[in-house]
C-alpha cells in the first residue's frame, strides 16, 4: 500500500495543539504519511509560550536533506520559520528538491502574543518563500504584515488584500478570516481571476489555539493527495470546522481544537 507524503517543516508546540503536533495529527487524520523537520522548540502550554529554542541550520539542513534525498513528499507545508536564515534556507531546499506543492502558513505571531517570527525576516518571507509557494494562508494580521497596511475588516478589503498577496508570487492565496470581529468566519482563495469563499458560522469558543497550523496542514494533505485546490481547501474548511466544533477544553488557557473530530463525520 502506499501513502501520499506529507512534510511539515515548522516549530514544535509542547502543548501540542500547534506547530508540528498539529500538523502530524492532521496529516495522519488524513490518511497521508506525515512527517517533520522541527524549525525550532518551543516550551508553550495553553497559556502561551514560555520559551522559544532555535535549532541550528545544520540540523534543519541534516532534517530536510534526510527527508527529501530519501523519501520525499507530495507535499511541503511550512509554519513557525523564525529567522531570515531559516526562510533562506528552506527556500533554497524546496527548490533544489524541485517540491511541487509548497504550503506556506506565514506564522508570525502566537495567539497569547510572543513572536514565531524575527522582524528582520518578514522580507525574506516576502521575496524568497512566497514567490515559490503553491499557496499561501496568512491570517488578517499576517497579511496586513505583509502587505504593510492596516489590518483589514471587511470581506472586500480582504479582497483587495488577496488580490496584492497573489502579486508577490503564490500561485494560490487563502485569506483566513478567523480574526474578523463580527459575523462568520470567511477565507477567501483566489487564483488570481477568481475568488471562492469559505463561510461557516462562527462558532463560540475560546479554544482556538493551532487552527490556523491545522486548516493548512489540511490542505497540504489534501493536495498531496492530488485534490485540486478547491476541493482541497473546502476539505480543509470541514476539517478545521469539526476540530474547533469539538475543541477541547484542556488546560487552563486557550486550548487546542480536536483533530480527531473530522473522523466522526464519517469521512
Ligand atoms: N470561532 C471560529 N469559528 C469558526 N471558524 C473559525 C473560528 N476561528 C477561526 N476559524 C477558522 O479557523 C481557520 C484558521 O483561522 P485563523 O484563526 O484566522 O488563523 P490563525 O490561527 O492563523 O490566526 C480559518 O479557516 C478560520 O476561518
Ligand atoms: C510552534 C508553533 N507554531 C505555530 C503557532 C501558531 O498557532 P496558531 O495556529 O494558533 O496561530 C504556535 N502557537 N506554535
Excluded at 19 to 31: V, W, Y
Excluded at 65 to 76: E, K, P, R, T
Excluded at 216 to 221: E, G, P, T
Amino acid at each position: 500500500m502506499s501513502l501520499a507524503k506529507t512534510l511539515t517543516i515548522a516549530g514544535s508546540d509542547s502543548g501540542g495543539g500547534a506547530g508540528i503536533q498539529a500538523d502530524l495529527k492532521t496529516f495522519q487524520e488524513l490518511h497521508t504519511f506525515g512527517m517533520s523537520v522541527i524549525t525550532a522548540l518551543t516550551a508553550q502550554n495553553t497559556l502561551g509560550v514560555h520559551g522559544v529554542y532555535p535549532q541550528s541550520i545544520e540540523a534543519i539542513e541534516a532534517q530536510i536533506d534526510a527527508v527529501l534525498s530519501d523519501i520525499g513528499a507530495d507535499a511541503v507545508k511550512t509554519g513557525m520559520l523564525f529567522s531570515a536564515e531559516i526562510i533562506t534556507l528552506v527556500s533554497n531546499k524546496l527548490r533544489q528538491y524541485e517540491v511541487s506543492n509548497i504550503v506556506v502558513d506565514p506564522v508570525m505571531i502566537a495567539k497569547g502574543g510572543a513572536s514565531l517570527l524575527q522582524e528582520e525576516a518578514v522580507q525574506a518571507l516576502k521575496h524568497e518563500l512566497l514567490p515559490i509557494s503553491t499557496v499561501i494562508t496568512p491570517n488578517l494580521p499576517e497579511a496586513a504584515k505583509l502587505l504593510g497596511r492596516a489590518e483589514m475588516k471587511t470581506v472586500d478589503e480582504m479582497k483587495q488584500a488577496a488580490v496584492d498577496l497573489h502579486k508577490l508570487g503564490p500561485t494560490y492565496v487563502v485569506l483566513k478570516g478567523g480574526h474578523l470581529t463580527e459575523g462568520p468566519a470567511v477565507d477567501l482563495l483566489y487564483d488570481g481571476e477568481e475568488f471562492f469563499e469559505l463561510k461557516v458560522e462562527r462558532i463560540d469558543t475560546k479554544h482556538t489555539h493551532g487552527t490556523g497550523c491545522t486548516f493548512a496542514a489540511a490542505i497540504a494533505a489534501e493536495l498531496a493527495k492530488s485534490a485540486t485546490i478547491k476541493d482541497a481547501t473546502e476539505t480543509a474548511k470541514q476539517f478545521i470546522t469539526a476540530a474547533i466544533s469539538n475543541s477541547l477544553v484542556i488546560g487552563r488557557g486557550i486550548g487546542p481544537t480536536n483533530h480527531a473530530a473530522y473522523r466522526h463525520l464519517g469521512k
